[in-house]
């Protein structure tokens, strides 16, 4: 069932963010820049949030009229300014929920993930609680509303002694400390956000919280815009003699609040419960696997680090040396953080299937798809490969390559130590090789695309060697959903392998499997998909 939700939502993003790419490349689409572009609409309104406060008068007696005058006696600083507030801070729900859509359709919120996952839950209610004390600080006709339904709903809890609606928000009792209150709630309760968004990346390497320039410069330029064209406006001074009637709602922050009047306060409150309790349980529901985590072979870890560098998940800590070799330190794994993505083995400098040892041993290596199975696996698949253009695939089980037939199975496409398709071609395996991963802007594994595209091009260790021929390598970026467009980048690799003079190689005596349609051949599947997404 939750498969199937998974499967529907991960279509509709993948129509979504296709057309995105064209328009915008993969580096610049938003849709793959939902955190990065929440973390930019808080500092935009942060920002503006400290200088509306220059002319806010926090007392409620003034707060109106305060509010009013920034809005219309200064409209292109201050006026601006709180358009710019109000529209970010819509924003900030929005990619908040799409974010969350996003992770779940990507199947990012199990395994190690569960951490990120489960504080965003803290930073929903932090936002909202957030974004209803600012409207209470306008005290306008809305402001009232939010104020009376924000207590009603108080009130169902049996928190406080005396029911604050009735004490505060009616004609004569109403005292400006409860006000003061939320003036000071709005600025407290960001802040904790903040915080919570800091925790909330706290397990992932080098997590992007900043969106490229150039998006963040359209950004601001178009939401100036819009707050130019339409300002954020007041609905008239509160009248607490009257109830507050037609009043426009901001449906970002305040969905909830109608409902209060039609289902009852408790039917709000049960929503919001189960919502809470729903989302923070969805890592542990089942199925729960788990892929044995990396192990390090001391006997072949030099201390160098790579590992720890290129871990998306910050599984891997360099510590002092426990075993004699004179090197100062040794990398040890963090078994609760690893996912089993193999980037750590792709880039071990040990991992090398030159290696003439009888048993082919990494530094570090998966327990359940070891360096050496993975060199067997890619022996096996070339010997089966036959045509004018043998081409090898080593595909990514979470790309478009997934169910390639003939492919040889990686848990992230920077498994597949550089040096791998330098044995592939100098031992003449095969007349081309293609790394296969998940599409450009969306690496399952965060990194694995990044790390083999700075290693085929030398920009980071280890890289592939100068000698291996670069028209006989290709990179296919394509997503689950897109099969039929990676079998047209292989046939367009083929033609150009094929033009080439062939690599003389052992020909197979093998039907040949690699360029056949998906179904005509059993792909070779390792079966990894499931376990090596990290499930606890
Ligand atoms: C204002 C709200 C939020 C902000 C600013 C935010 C920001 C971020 C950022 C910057 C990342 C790192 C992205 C990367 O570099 O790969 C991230 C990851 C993540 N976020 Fe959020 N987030 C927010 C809300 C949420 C919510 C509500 C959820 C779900 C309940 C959520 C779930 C996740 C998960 C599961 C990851 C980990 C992705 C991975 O490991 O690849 N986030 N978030
Ligand atoms: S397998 Fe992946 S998550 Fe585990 S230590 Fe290696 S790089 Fe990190
Ligand atoms: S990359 Fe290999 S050699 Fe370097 S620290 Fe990690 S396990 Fe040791």
């Known amino acids: 069932m939750i498969g199937a939700i998974r499967s529907i939502l991960l279509r509709g993003f993948e129509l979504i963010e296709r057309p995105f790419d064209r328009l915008f490349g993969p580096a610049l689409n938003p849709v793959a820049q939902l955190g990065a572009l929440g973390f930019f609409f808080f500092w935009i309104v942060a920002v503006s949030g400290i200088y509306l406060f220059i002319f806010f008068d926090t007392g409620i007696e003034r707060a109106y009229e305060s509010v009013e005058h920034l809005t219309h006696a200064y409209w292109f600083h ?8 109000r529209y970010a801070s819509d924003l900030m729900v929005v990619m908040a929920v799409v974010h969350l859509l996003r992770e779940f359709a990507n199947d ?25 004390t600012g409207y209470w600080l306008v005290w306008d006709k809305l402001a009232y509303y939010v104020a009376l ?13 005396e029911p604050i609606a009735r004490n505060f928000i009616s004609t004569g009792t109403l005292t400006s400390r409860f006000f003061t209150l939320m003036v000071f ?4 309760v960001p802040l904790f956000l903040l915080f919570i968004m800091w925790v909330h990346i706290l397990r992932i390497s080098r997590p992007r919280m900043n969106p490229p ?8 330029i178009a939401l100036t815009g819009v707050s130019v064209w339409k300002p954020a406006l007041s609905q008239g001074h509160v009248d607490l003699a009257k109830a507050p009637v037609e009043i426009g709602l901001d449906w970002f922050y305040l969905p909830l609040y109608p409902l209060t009047a039609l289902s009852g306060k408790g039917a709000v409150w049960a929503f919001l419960a189960a919502f809470s309790v729903m989302i923070g349980l969805m890592p542990w529901l089942p199925p729960l696997r788990r892929a044995k985590p990396a192990a390090v072979d001391l006997a072949h870890c030099n201390g160098c680090a790579r590992c720890a560098d290129d871990c998306p998940y910050e599984a891997i800590r360099m510590v ?12 040890q794994v963090n078994p609760a953080l690893c996912v089993s993505c193999g980037i750590c083995v792709g880039a071990c400098p040990s991992s090398t299937p030159f ?12 327990p359940d798809y070891p360096l050496a199975e993975l060199r067997a696996r890619t022996v096996a698949a070339a010997q089966a490969l036959a045509g004018p253009a043998r081409i090898l695939v080593f595909a990514c089980e979470h790309g478009g390559a997934a169910a390639w037939p003939g492919g040889v199975p990686l848990p992230c496409a920077a498994m597949a130590p550089p040096s791998l398709i330098d044995y592939v071609l100098s031992k003449k395996l095969a007349d081309g090789v293609v790394v296969a991963g998940c599409a450009e802007r969306a690496c399952f594994n965060r990194l694995g695309i990044a790390w083999t595209q700075q290693r085929f091009a030398q920009q ?11 028209d006989r390598v290709a990179c296919v970026w394509t997503s689950i959903l897109e099969f039929t467009r990676f079998k047209q980048e292989i046939d367009r690799f083929a033609v150009t392998i094929a033009a080439h003079a062939p690599i003389a190689g052992t020909s197979s005596p093998l039907p040949p499997a690699a360029l056949a349609e998906p179904g005509t051949a059993t792909p070779q599947k390792s079966g990894l998909v499931a376990d090596r997404s990290g499930q606890p």
């Open 78 to 85: 201050a006026g601006v300014m709180r358009s710019l507030h």
């Open 108 to 132: 990012h919120y199990r395994g190690t993930r569960w951490f990120s996952w489960l504080t965003g839950v803290p930073i929903i209610w932090l936002l909202y609680t957030s974004g209803i």
């Open 149 to 161: 339904t924000t207590s009603e709903l108080l009130d169902y809890l049996p928190i406080f002694g």
């Open 185 to 188: 709630m709005h600025v407290a």
């Open 213 to 220: 320039r150039m998006l963040a410069a359209l950004t601001l």
């Open 320 to 331: 002092r040396r426990s075993d004699g070799l004179p090197f100062p330190a040794e990398a």
């Open 355 to 366: 290696r003439r040892s009888r048993e082919l041993k990494t530094g570090i290596d998966l």
């Open 460 to 470: 980071r260790d280890p890289y592939l060697r100068s000698r291996v021929p670069r």
